[in-house]
């Protein structure tokens, strides 16, 4: 039985990580739906979470652009780039048997937390003013991102971040900011295609949204405050989706 109050916590954690760092709550927002809301179906939580994860996107995105935070031309490219892999990954990811994109899910999100983890000190060492010329150069990194995105029903901003930083030398705070509109875009694709075969859960999506407005004003707040010490929020970052994907990979295999 679906449990609606902690569909809204859950939204409210998801629209946090979102706003504090730019991606993670993307990640999370799939293994939530399944194991604290309650939703059975892995292909209806990744739908749902997908269009959860979108909106939320959208909104923190105009929450870091009233600051200062969104760089319009780099996000656009990765945007324009990614909707369509994110179209061909969602076609393949609802091909997939439901526990099998699960585990790979999982593993998807270990290799990520150590990249995480090994790039920290890169990516506060390289963090300057990005040039049109470095942006022009990471559409194929868009579009890489996308289909990982679609495949998995997530917003792909914990892969956008690192790879935003490396390409273009922009600042921690600004790639975070600038992820989300990549992040929303993914994520609409992504749920419009699942909504064409009847998985989303309009309802569980609409809590989640409603928690993401709250959790996304603090995890914005909280994201200004921090933007100096970001390789220690990257630790702790990562180690929660260590935990997560150790937990599903747990709960998949014990089925």
Same mark, same amino acid.
Do not use: C
């Given at each position: 039985?679906?449990?609606?109050?902690?569909?809204?916590?859950?939204?409210?954690?998801? $629209?946090?990580? @979102?706003? %504090?760092?730019?991606? #993670?709550?993307? !990640?999370?927002?799939?293994? +939530? &739906? *399944?194991?604290?809301?309650?939703?059975?179906?892995?292909?209806?939580?990744?739908?749902?979470?997908?269009?959860?994860?979108?909106?939320?996107?959208?909104?923190?995105?105009?929450?870091?652009?009233?600051?200062?935070?969104?760089?319009?031309?780099?996000?656009?490219?990765?945007?324009?780039?990614?909707?369509?892999?994110?179209?061909?990954?969602?076609?393949?990811?609802?091909?997939?048997? $439901?526990?099998? @994109?699960? %585990?790979?899910?999982? #593993?998807?999100? !270990?290799?990520?937390?150590? +990249? &995480? *983890?090994?790039?920290?000190?890169?990516?506060?060492?390289?963090?300057?003013?990005?040039?049109?010329?470095?942006?022009?150069?990471?559409?194929?990194?868009?579009?890489?991102?996308?289909?990982?995105?679609?495949?998995?029903?997530?917003?792909?901003?914990?892969?956008?971040?690192?790879?935003?930083?490396?390409?273009?030398?922009?600042?921690?705070?600004?790639?975070?900011?600038?992820?989300?509109?990549?992040?929303?875009?993914?994520?609409?694709?992504?749920?419009?295609?699942?909504?064409?075969?009847?998985?989303?859960?309009?309802?569980?999506?609409?809590?989640?949204?409603?928690?993401?407005?709250?959790?996304?004003?603090?995890?914005?707040?909280?994201?200004?405050?921090?933007?100096?010490?970001?390789?220690?929020?990257?630790?702790?970052?990562?180690?929660?989706?260590?935990?997560?994907?150790?937990?599903?990979?747990?709960?998949?295999?014990?089925?």
């Amino acid at each position: 039985m679906l449990s609606h109050g902690l569909a809204v916590i859950s939204g409210s954690l998801v $629209g946090f990580i @979102l706003a %504090l760092i730019g991606g #993670g709550g993307s !990640i999370l927002a799939t293994p +939530l &739906m *399944l194991y604290v809301v309650g939703m059975k179906n892995p292909h209806l939580a990744i739908g749902t979470g997908a269009l959860a994860v979108s909106v939320n996107a959208f909104i923190n995105l105009a929450h870091h652009a009233r600051v200062g935070h969104v760089r319009w031309k780099i996000g656009a490219v990765f945007a324009a780039t990614g909707v369509g892999g994110a179209y061909v990954g969602s076609t393949i990811g609802k091909l997939v048997d $439901g526990q099998n @994109l699960l %585990l790979a899910f999982a #593993g998807l999100m !270990i290799a990520v937390a150590l +990249l &995480m *983890l090994r790039t920290q000190n890169q990516i506060s060492a390289l963090a300057s003013a990005p040039s049109l010329r470095n942006t022009l150069g990471v559409g194929g990194t868009g579009l890489g991102v996308g289909m990982l995105a679609g495949f998995f029903g997530i917003g792909g901003g914990f892969l956008i971040v690192p790879g935003l930083v490396m390409a273009t030398r922009m600042k921690l705070i600004h790639a975070i900011g600038t992820s989300l509109l990549a992040v929303g875009a993914f994520g609409l694709t992504t749920a419009a295609n699942y909504a064409l075969s009847g998985l989303v859960d309009w309802v569980v999506a609409g809590e989640y949204i409603a928690g993401g407005l709250v959790g996304g004003q603090i995890g914005l707040r909280l994201a200004v405050h921090l933007a100096a010490r970001k390789n220690t929020l990257n630790q702790v970052f990562a180690g929660v989706i260590l935990a997560v994907a150790a937990y599903m990979v747990w709960r998949t295999l014990s089925r």
